[in-house]
């Protein structure tokens, strides 16, 4: 389950001057992507290319990528300016309703909007606008005032108003990814979270809350899906995907955010099989880990999402490095961050069995 060594020929920068990462598309309720005239739009995460790539966390906002005959396409930021109600914008999913034509974007705000320092407070927010046609490339327009559906209880859900955090050791409230249920009709976002009782310090866990209306305006947190209490720190951008009968759930954990002393994977892509929703959930492959990077280039992809075709969208992230350490050659930094879509896969299921095709 290990993806080609990306090389040179992947790293093609699609916004110039800007870092892009984590990408979801705008895809169906049941999972698929939409086409439009043959082509797709994505959301992705985009900021400036600065000297120290982990920069750009701090500056995120969602951009529309148009992706048509394999060449993306630059649609410009989907809010604008001041609209959000974070300092920056943070991984979600959208979904289009056919009918009306309704985009909902689902969404994090990191920190409030204004802030004068930057915080790590994580809300989750909806919103919805009108998809629109007319021009050379779709786009999205008339987006409805953010709303916040879903709240932590600060029980079972660690709240997250933290003022200040380092990346891999942050709590989770954030990266809702819409699912909806084909065996009911339920509509749901699952989230990664952090287990509020825990003694340890990873207790990541993937939320998970319903939608009580159509509108989806009305939302019930659920207990929480899956676990990882003294395991892992991260589960993120959770999602799920329905194949053949069975309940698919996915998430990627970075190799640093394991338990020390107990069971470490790759950085890679990870999931759990259930034969509904709500379990039970067995680990796929028999140990979770559904793809890792290859093992000569551990850090060359990140934030993978599966889309209901089964393919599988990345961003590069360090690579090249050909078994120098970032913490040794910090001059890498730069150089060798991709910021830009990797190379899609092809992700092939059967039962709790995954593997790559090719």
């Not at 630059?74 to 914008?89: K, T």
Request: charged share 20%; with cysteine; aromatic share 12%.
């Amino acid at each position: 389950m290990v993806p080609p060594v990306i090389g040179a020929g992947d790293v093609v920068p699609v916004l110039p001057g800007m870092d892009v990462w984590d990408m979801w598309p705008l895809a169906r309720r049941d999972g698929m992507t939409v086409d439009i005239a043959g082509a797709t739009l994505w959301f992705a995460l985009a900021a400036p290319r600065y000297p120290d790539p982990i920069e750009r966390h701090g500056h995120a906002r969602i951009h529309l990528l148009i992706l048509r005959d394999g060449t993306w396409h630059d649609g410009g930021p989907v809010f604008q300016n001041g609209f959000a109600p974070g300092s920056r914008d943070w991984s979600g999913s959208a979904i289009l309703d056919e009918d009306s034509g309704r985009v909902t974007l689902f969404f994090t705000a990191a920190g409030r909007a204004g802030e004068a320092r930057l915080t790590v407070e994580q809300r989750l927010f909806k919103t919805s606008g009108m998809l629109d046609r007319s021009g050379a490339y779709p786009c999205i327009v008339q987006w409805s005032a953010p709303y916040e559906f879903v709240v932590s209880d600060d029980r079972i859900y660690t709240l997250v108003n933290q003022a200040e955090g380092v990346p891999g050791e942050l709590k989770a409230f954030r990266d809702p990814g819409y699912f909806r249920d084909p065996t009911d009709g339920n509509e749901y976002v699952l989230f990664a979270a952090s287990y509020k009782p825990s003694s340890h310090k990873n207790n990541g866990m993937i939320g998970i809350a319903r939608s009580e209306d159509r509108s989806m305006m009305r939302w019930t947190l659920l207990d929480p899906l899956i676990t990882a209490d003294g395991v892992c720190n991260e589960l993120e951008r959770p999602h799920a995907v329905s194949y053949r009968g069975q309940y698919y759930v996915f998430w990627s954990t970075q190799a640093s955010v394991f338990e020390q002393g107990g069971p470490v994977g790759p950085t890679g892509l990870y999931g759990m099989v259930a034969p509904s929703l709500f379990g039970p959930y067995r680990p796929i492959n028999g140990s979770g880990l559904v793809l890792a990077n290859p093992p000569s280039e551990p850090t060359q992809a990140y934030s993978w999402w599966v889309m209901g075709d089964l393919s599988v969208t990345s961003f590069v992230d360090y690579w090249g490095l050909r078994g120098r350490k970032l913490a040794n050659h910090p001059e890498l930094a730069r150089s060798q961050f991709g910021g830009v879509p990797a190379p899609f896969l092809q992700l092939r299921l059967d039962g709790d069995r995954a593997w790559l095709e090719g």
